[in-house]
């Protein structure tokens, strides 16, 4: 039985004062797992001030320490108590140009530092429309994720690039399609029992109005949430949802 995740992307967003979002949300421990990825500054003192929800990163560099200027490690998400670390969100890739194999390096990082990986992959809009969804996912998946997966240190994030922060949502056929794909292709590489253990989440403009939806569908285990994962009004709906 694989517990259902909300987890919560805030991205470059907040300060101190965010931090009193967590104190709105109601969690349970039968309920849905709640993690929150806030920024690098702000993730000490969230562990802190509320142990019931899981937090995570946003990033971490392949290397433990060394000079990388600006850089954030595995250890150091750990040492601050997080459980996650997003890996391979669209914006990385886009922004600072990583590829499937700097994806994969990070992610080893991360486990050799206790950390479980949110992986994203997805595919762009033209992608889509030249129907390579498929063949794009499945090359991200092969070149993402290392061998050695389990269901305690992997979760995938299907995140077309198109829905995110667009509020532009797949169909529900769209997103059963991908999950099916992913879920053949996990078991297919890591066998029956972990590949079927293996969380998947969708992310790209869930809010509160959609969520039931496309929880609904087969292979949904939860979502990755952006925008509305930073009120706790808005995102506590969403954590509802998958109750
Ligand atoms: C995200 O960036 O991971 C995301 C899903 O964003 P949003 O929910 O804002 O589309």
Redesign the pocket.
Known sequence: MRRKLAAG?W?MNGTRAALSELDALTVSAEGPEVAICPPATLLAEAVSRRSDIAYGGQDCHPHDAGAHTGDVSGPMIADAGARYV?LG???RRADHHESDADVAAKTQAAWKAGLSVIL?IGESLSEREAGETLGVIGAQLDGSVPEGATAETLVI?Y?PIW????GKVPTTEQIAEVHAFLRSSLTERFGEETGGAIRLLY?????ASNATEIFAVADVDG???????LKAADFQPIIDALA
């Open positions: 992307n991205k997003i969100h669209s914006e994203c994030a995140e829905a995110i922060g667009t992310g790209g403009s869930v809010k979502a990755l949430v952006g925008g509305a994962s």
